[in-house]
């Protein structure tokens, strides 16, 4: 897959991209494609079973900000803090670009879990998405689909939801619920949900072999076994997956964390929807010195490059 071109950010040259920038404990970052190109970077604070997961891995824990901030990509150095959601007792989990204007952040805060919209040149917020039925557990992740609507990981479910506060269910459940079949058991911790070009839904899930999987299913979510369309398990047992991205060009790349240093890498893959198959397992990029507990990844969209996050503590 030598055509996708992995970007890390260290300190202010173009090499590493981490979890932590000046103790930033960036569980989500987004490339923004617009005259002054900037990287934002969303800090998760780690206290229990919420924050930034990079698969296991030691993270900076209570030291983390707990803001979203910018980097310009021209330079790679630090621009500016956007929001500061410490001030709120918030957490900052996954973010993604509205448009040119508006950021979306995905908070987590057991007293108040929520997506909110940020503007970017300010920071200023208003909630987007408040369900505390469809965001009753720690949230992960979450993904813009080609529908407008979000799709949200909240470790042992996905939801589907719409504005204004709209949650959409498969009889009743969650979207994606204790799915049965190749894509049982994964119900413990869905870090990364994403879509394909065709529809279909894809879900990352952190467990131990064989359940560290990607799994595939209906768009319209799973009710029963015959939604679960297909598993690809991780390329190494002690591997967990973290994140997921469909990278323009056709592959899925996803990041797996690992306390065993060597575990951890990106892959690619090949991903069929008329087929329902996901293979071909590549290493895309596997320097355990430069990637290690990868948090996140995102695409800028304009150059082809993947930034990628990390969470070890050490690796900042």
């Not at 065709?198 to 952190?206: D, E, Q, V």
Request: aromatic share 8%; hydrophobic share 40%.
């Amino acid at each position: 897959m030598s055509f996708i071109q992995i970007v890390m950010m260290a300190s202010f040259s173009f090499l590493l991209s981490s979890c932590l920038f000046s103790k930033d404990q960036a569980a989500s970052i987004v490339a923004a494609v617009e005259a002054s190109r900037y990287l934002y970077v969303a800090s998760g604070r780690v206290s229990g079973a919420t924050g930034c997961y990079g698969g296991g891995v030691t993270t900076s824990g209570a030291s983390a900000a707990n803001t979203i901030v910018r980097y310009n990509l021209s330079s790679g150095t630090f621009d500016k803090v956007i929001v500061d959601y410490s001030l709120s007792n918030d957490i900052p989990i996954s973010i993604k670009e509205y448009n040119s204007k508006y950021l979306l952040v995905l908070v987590e805060n057991t007293g108040g879990r929520r997506v909110d919209l940020v503007e970017k040149s300010t920071g200023s917020r208003s909630s987007f998405f408040v369900n505390g039925t469809a965001l009753s557990g720690v949230v992960r992740d979450f993904k813009i689909l080609s529908d407008n609507t979000l799709l949200i990981s909240k470790s042992t479910a996905v939801e589907k939801v719409a504005t204004p506060n709209v949650r959409l269910t498969v009889s009743g459940a969650p979207y994606i619920n204790a799915p049965g079949g190749a894509c049982a058991t994964s119900t413990t911790l869905i870090t990364s949900v994403a879509e394909l070009p065709g529809g279909k839904l894809l879900f990352a899930h952190s467990a131990v072999s064989p359940n560290n999987k990607i799994g595939m299913v209906s768009q319209l979510g799973y009710s029963v076994v015959g939604d679960c369309l297909t598993t690809q398990v991780a390329p190494v047992a002690t591997s967990l997956p973290t994140s997921m991205l469909v990278h323009s060009t056709g592959p899925l790349l996803v990041s797996y964390g690992s306390t065993t240093a060597t575990s951890n890498a990106i892959y690619a893959y090949d991903v069929d929807e008329t087929a329902n198959t996901i293979s071909n397992a590549t290493s895309a990029y596997s320097t355990n010195t430069v990637i290690n507990g990868p948090s996140a990844m995102t695409e800028d969209t304009k150059t082809g490059d993947v930034y990628i996050a990390n969470a070890t503590s050490s690796y900042n």
